[in-house]
């Protein structure tokens, strides 16, 4: 069975770092992209970056480029997500996905979330 | 960066069908795949590729794609179908691959 699992609840103060993880098993952790979808408090749900294990290839939400840095250690299975200085903006419930990608008719990219994580609340306070 | 718009609620009596759509310019060109969400749960996916169905998803979960609209139908509503419910396409150079979500009510 796959199955990712994620790290427990944050409380933090804004200006502080923070470094979420996700521990991948089930599957060869290698051959799948794996990384985070943010939902805030009441509100819908948004991507915000992918790393495929296998090269350390990176693909980031405009959004969320520059903001946030997405990471593993291949040895110990394991997706990061990583705050050098957290935001009150950046409370929310995140949510480790490994997505299904392959390349459509037009050589385009596609990824859709097969299979999710049970989410890493993040609290801010300023 | 490319827009979905779905409605923010559906409201539907058990046993009934129904539809959730979700708008896009020309969404029929693309892919669409919609999540299922809970309260205090994580999503789900429950039709990828338009049409396909994940092992373990009711056959009453079936979706199209056709022109400037994508649609979820559910068939034969239980209680149990109630959340929300979220399309979405992939737009690598998009802050937004999500439509809104539909909240699904079960009268």
């Known amino acids: 069975e796959v199955r990712l699992a994620q790290s427990g609840a944050e409380v933090k103060k804004a200006g502080e770092s923070l470094k979420i993880s996700c521990q991948g098993s089930?599957?060869?952790?290698?051959?799948?992209?794996i990384g985070w979808v943010r939902q805030m408090p009441g509100k819908g749900l948004e991507w915000v970056g992918f790393?495929?294990?296998?090269?350390?290839?990176?693909r980031y939400s405009p959004s969320f480029q520059g903001q946030v840095t997405v990471s593993v250690d291949k040895s110990i299975t394991t997706a990061y997500m990583q705050w050098t200085s957290l935001k009150a903006s950046d409370v929310g419930m995140y949510y480790c996905?490994?997505?299904?990608?392959?390349?459509?008719?037009?050589?385009?990219?596609?990824?859709?979330?097969?299979?999710w994580g049970q989410g890493t609340l993040v609290t801010v306070s300023s | 960066s490319y827009v979905l718009t779905q409605p923010p609620s559906v409201s539907v009596a058990p046993g009934q069908t129904a539809r959730i759509t979700c708008g896009g310019n020309?969404?029929?060109?693309?892919?669409v795949h919609w999540y299922q969400q809970k309260p205090g749960q994580a999503p789900v996916l429950v039709v990828y590729?338009?049409?396909d169905r994940p092992s373990g998803i009711p056959e009453r979960f079936s979706g199209s794609n056709s022109g400037h609209t994508a649609t979820l139908t559910i068939s034969r509503v239980e209680a149990g179908d109630e959340a929300d419910y979220y399309c979405?396409?992939?737009?690598?150079?998009?802050?937004?691959?999500f439509g809104g979500g539909t909240k699904v009510t079960v009268l």
């Open positions: 979405q396409v992939w737009d690598s150079a998009s802050d937004e691959v």
């Open positions: 089930g599957y060869r952790f290698t051959n799948y992209w």
């Open positions: 996905v490994r997505p299904s990608f392959y390349f459509d008719s037009s050589g385009s990219d596609v990824f859709y979330f097969e299979t």
């Open positions: 590729d338009d049409t």
């Open positions: 790393i495929y294990p296998g090269d350390f290839d990176t």
């Open positions: 020309n969404i029929g060109s693309k892919i």
